[in-house]
């Protein structure tokens, strides 16, 4: 367990696959809910990009408590992070990671004025069965 991602890490977070981003709740229990993710690639791998709306539960959460998780998982192979949540709003930077999401998934977003990009950097990381 580490901050920094593996190799192995980066390689199985930049597939288009789906993960779970998880927040507190306003009572402190378990807000957990599926998402795309992107890797930010300027100015370091180790920080996991995610578009959200901006009046979602999840973004309320993390304004509130920016503790935060996710998990992306292929058969027996997952990646989880945890770290804390920024909650960016600029619109330059909005337009730069829905273009990682087209990039990665081969679709763009669909259009949500109130979106927001979620950053969540790496503190701590756990890698399994990654070579599989």
């Known amino acids: 367990m580490s901050g920094k991602l593996s190799g192995e890490a980066i390689a199985f977070l930049s597939k288009p696959i789906h993960g779970v981003i998880a927040s507190f709740d306003l009572g402190g229990a ?5 998402v795309n ?3 930010d690639e300027e100015p370091s791998p180790h920080r996991l990009l995610i578009l959200a709306g901006g009046s979602s539960k999840k973004v309320r959460n993390l304004r509130r408590n920016p503790a935060a998780s996710f998990c992306v998982f292929q058969g027996q192979s997952y990646v989880s992070i945890f770290g804390v949540a920024e909650v960016i709003e600029d619109a330059s930077e909005i337009q730069r990671v829905e273009s990682l999401y087209k ?4 679709k763009t977003p669909r259009i949500n004025p109130s979106r927001v990009v979620v950053s969540i950097e790496c503190s701590r990381s756990i ?6």
């Open 30 to 34: 378990l807000h957990q809910v599926p």
């Open 37 to 39: 993710a992107v890797l």
């Open 103 to 106: 990039k990665k998934y081969s």
């Open 127 to 132: 890698e399994h069965r990654l070579d599989v």
